[in-house]
């Protein structure tokens, strides 16, 4: 596979989300049918990990070695020292004080994200039931292939993930291990043992007060299909989308807030990946997605991961709100090889406040 067709392949969901920047632009809803999620008083985040892979081109390659964009994940051997992984901590603070701890993906490898675990005492939150549910975004390798590191603290831990699971996903959920052309890819040696929601397309999933689950079917790459997205509604600001990679598009999901949830028409802002430069490449059609964004009136964005930082630069400088990280990435073990210390965008270790 030629790179141009391998680029145009990854960024098929970033074009499609800039063609839907006129027909996503906010107007008026009808309230009738919309869903009532509720408000919390606010949301923080805190970026335990977000570089899934430490380097871009080792990565591509693995892909482009072994069929290109549209080959099955499991059928890929994985180079094993690139791998990172991808989770995020929601601390969810409602209207009486109280505050709920709800944790965003896995991550990929096991010894990454037992790193990245013990440093913020996610291990022991997860281990005594301050964290009792985990919401897995989508079944890509970066966001659930650790999914041990997780489990080995409380294996009956509540787990909402996309209905869209493959064979080789419940081997791993369940306890086992996939191969790709004789190498052993991942493995679980602690079976889940707790209760799975596989969320369907036709529903919110209300988790608490104000934060509700939605997935989304959509086609994503690697023969994946499916991601969940988690609104929060925090009162009197509006409705703030955390995503592990915004598949469906960012400014689809805020179109699916304005026509269905309650107070939907208020877009506070996001935090996540928003597959966009997701190897830093530029497209036009990415500023159409700036000029959508900026429709929607943002107050505050928190991107990363597959984002790309050439369109956190862009996006910052064309007047759209981007919450710039610090340098705390660089006390982690690893760093990205496209960190830049102009700190464009959240990255390991930082935090963010809705």
């Not at 190498?183 to 007060?209: A, C, M, R, S």
Request: net charge negative.
């Amino acid at each position: 596979m030629e790179r141009r067709s391998f680029l145009k392949a990854m960024g098929a969901t970033a074009a499609g989300v800039g063609a839907a920047a006129t027909i996503g632009a906010p107007g008026k809803a009808f309230a009738r049918g919309k869903q009532d999620i509720g408000e919390c008083k606010s949301l923080k985040i805190t970026v335990l990990s977000e570089t899934s892979w430490f380097d871009n081109d080792q990565f591509k390659k693995d892909i482009v070695d072994n069929g290109g964009a549209s080959t099955n994940q499991y059928d890929v051997p994985w180079d094993p020292n690139n791998a990172g992984g991808y989770a995020t901590l929601l601390e969810i603070e409602q209207l009486d004080g109280t505050v709920n701890k709800l944790l965003l993906d896995t991550g990929w490898s096991n010894e990454w994200m037992d790193y990245v675990f013990e440093r913020h005492g996610v291990d022991k939150m997860i281990a005594s039931k301050e964290i009792d549910t985990m919401v897995i975004s989508h079944w890509h390798l970066d966001h659930f292939w650790g999914i041990e590191s997780t489990l080995k603290h409380n294996d009956k831990i509540k787990i909402y993930g996309p209905e869209t699971m493959f064979p080789e996903d419940e081997t791993l959920l369940y306890g086992g291990q996939n191969e790709a052309k004789g190498v052993v890819i991942n493995k679980n040696d602690v079976p889940f043992k707790g209760e799975l929601v596989k969320t369907n397309p036709k529903e919110f999933y209300q988790l608490y007060p104000g934060v509700a689950v939605k997935e989304f079917d959509v086609p994503i790459l690697l023969r994946v299909r499916g991601e969940n997205i988690i609104y929060v509604n925090v009162k009197d600001k509006g409705i703030v989308t955390v995503t592990g990679c915004c598949h469906p598009g960012l400014l689809t999901l805020y179109s699916t807030a304005r026509r269905q949830i309650k107070g939907g028409e208020n877009i506070y802002g996001c935090y996540g990946g928003l597959h966009i430069s997701l190897f830093e490449n530029w497209d036009p059609k990415f500023d159409d997605i700036i000029k959508g964004a900026k429709a929607f009136n943002p107050k505050k964005m928190g991107c990363n991961h597959c984002t790309g930082w050439v369109w956190a630069e862009n996006a910052a400088k064309a007047g759209l709100p981007i919450v710039k990280g610090t340098d705390t990435f660089k006390t982690y073990p690893r760093q990205s090889a496209v960190a830049k210390d102009n700190n464009v965008f959240l990255t390991n270790g930082d935090t963010v406040v809705f």
